[in-house]
């Protein structure tokens, strides 16, 4: 339609052009005939023309009009010398102009062409102005605007349907499934290139969600995730038990847990980029809490919280003290009764006849101190050793045949030591494996009743070899068959000392099980004996 209108309006400006000037040219050639022709016959000649198209005025060298075929009085017609076309004519013997009339549409046309005489006579006539020419031109260009739009709506709104509907109908997911026409197709290619990109994209982060929960949920260190406005993001499964954090708190305030005042000097330290911590008792235990900030940049944008427990320090630091009160409480005894003798002996207060008795008892009470001594630095080496040891393969069967031997020479003579031993290679230790079949072996002969029996067996399945030391003695009641595994504990006291125990045999037997990658298993009844398994992996 702007084509339209652009074309019409140039169109009709060309044609006006022309139409003036043709105007012009009939205007000056009517004139210069009736010029010729008063010229020739003088004024009766323009009585000869009655009916004219023109309007024709006479005008002498003043400028008073001498006729004029309009009708008007030219009496009281204004003096024409100031008329352009008349000042032409008067000065080159032709002039010519024109003037706006009084509407819009019609515009006047002059033209004058000097008489022998010397008046003027003046030729004119109205024409169409260009307004009127665009009034015309309205009707019919309205009317083809009309047919424009009848026909192009209807194609516009069809063509537009069948443009969009196919774009509307593809399929993000599957832009290759998606029925289009052709010139989409290189946008669906992109969309489909894109698309795998995006899915592969989203699996690698699945990917590595999945790595980061797997890690995180199986941490025994608690962890929790904040953004900035201390929402949680994240929390993993050990900080919801240690604070008793619901699950169901992700994406809420950490301030609507009841543990959030405790830590919230923690988080404040942390949003002004300090990591600082803490411990905090919780149910009996102790946890140190640290936060660190989350910096993007030198921005915070979250913290990270961590809960450790700390309560195994406290508790080794404990058993420390233990141990070591233990170990001096245990050494006093015989010190304090080997002192006592020693003093007896050098004031000379001891008879002669019970002077060896005094020294066996001295000899006694050393023995006694040297075991203790010995089982507490066996202790310790293994605490030492921890992961350092130097594995071989051993077979489990020649060892206890071994300790069997030298028992069968130190034990009691109403006690019969049985047994089976099938062979069965252990990865371990040759001195840890002497120590627990040594010491479950002493405690089967120290603890067994009167004529009793142990039996020592050694067998395989497909994956593990088993120790086996049963024992038909007085039995663990069940309540302590944990304990005696405790350093220095004893269900009772008073006959472990005086079969000559130290309460440390099964604390290495324990001790050493750990570090042979071995587990421990008690059966055991008051009154009927116990059995001790002891589970190895096969070589
Ligand atoms: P001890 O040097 O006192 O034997 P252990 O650590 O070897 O120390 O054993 C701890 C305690 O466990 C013993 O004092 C004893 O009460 C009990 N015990 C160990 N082995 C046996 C067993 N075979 N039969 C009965 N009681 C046992």
Do not use: W
Request: one cysteine or more.
């Amino acid at each position: 339609m702007i084509v339209l209108v652009v074309t019409v309006f140039f169109s009709v400006d060309e044609m006006y052009q022309n139409f003036y000037k043709s105007q012009i040219d009939v205007l000056e050639a009517e004139t210069r005939l009736i010029a010729f022709g008063i010229d020739k016959n003088g004024v009766e000649f323009l009585d000869g023309l009655d009916e004219t198209d023109y309007r024709i005025t006479l005008i002498d060298k003043n400028g008073t009009v001498l006729f004029d075929n309009s009708g008007n009085d030219i009496s009281v017609m204004d003096n024409h010398l100031d008329r352009k076309e008349v000042i032409e004519a008067l000065e080159t013997g032709f002039g010519s102009s024109t003037r706006q009339s009084s509407t819009l549409t019609e515009r006047y046309i002059y033209t004058a062409a000097l008489l022998k005489n010397g008046d003027v006579v003046r030729l004119s006539s109205t024409y169409f102005s260009v307004f009127h020419l665009v009034g015309m031109l309205f009707q019919p260009l309205l009317i083809v605007i009309l047919i424009i739009l009848a026909i192009s709506l209807p194609y516009a709104f069809h063509l537009t349907r069948n443009i969009v509907e196919p774009l509307n109908r593809i399929d993000v997911d599957d832009p290759d499934g998606s029925d289009c026409y052709p010139e989409i197709r290189p946008i669906l290619n992109k969309l489909s290139a894109q698309q795998s990109m995006i899915n592969r994209d989203r699996e690698t982060l699945l990917q590595k969600k999945q790595e980061f929960e797997t890690i995180t949920q199986n941490m025994n260190e608690g962890m929790i995730l904040l953004n900035t406005e201390e929402v949680i993001i994240d929390i993993n499964k050990a900080a919801s038990d240690i604070l008793k954090i619901d699950k169901d708190l992700v994406g809420g305030y950490l301030s609507e847990s009841s543990v959030y005042e405790r830590i919230s000097d923690l988080i404040k330290d942390a949003a002004k980029g300090h990591r600082s911590s803490k411990r905090i008792r919780m149910e009996e235990k102790t946890y140190e809490i640290e936060t660190s900030p989350v910096k993007v940049g030198n921005d915070v944008s979250g913290y990270v919280l961590l809960i450790f427990d700390e309560s195994y320090k406290d508790a080794s630091e404990n058993m420390r003290k233990e141990f070591a009160s233990n170990v001096s409480h245990e050494l006093k005894t015989p010190l304090q009764s080997i002192s006592g003798y020693a003093e007896l002996l050098k004031n000379g207060l001891v008879r002669e006849d019970d002077r060896m008795n005094c020294y066996e008892k001295i000899y006694g009470e050393a023995q006694r101190m040297i075991v203790l001594v010995n089982d507490v630095i066996s202790l310790s080496h293994l605490d030492d050793e921890n992961g350092a040891i130097v594995k071989e393969n051993i077979d489990l069967s020649q060892i206890c045949e071994d300790v069997v031997t030298y028992f069968r020479g130190e034990a009691p003579e109403d006690i019969t030591i049985c047994t089976d031993l099938k062979p069965g290679i252990v990865y371990g230790n040759r001195e840890l494996l002497e120590g627990i079949v040594y010491n479950l072996c002493e405690n089967g002969i120290r603890y067994n009743k009167k004529n009793g029996t142990l039996y020592v067996r050694t067998y395989q399945d497909d994956e593990h070899v088993y120790l086996q030391v049963e024992d038909t003695g007085i039995g663990i009641p069940k309540k302590y068959h944990e304990r005696i595994f405790e350093r220095f504990y004893r269900v009772d006291k008073a006959r472990s000392k005086q079969v000559g125990g130290t309460g440390l045999g099964l604390s290495i037997v324990k001790h050493s099980c750990i570090l042979s990658n071995a587990s421990i298993d008690l059966k055991s009844e008051e009154g009927k004996g116990s059995v001790f398994t002891i589970t190895f992996n096969k070589a």
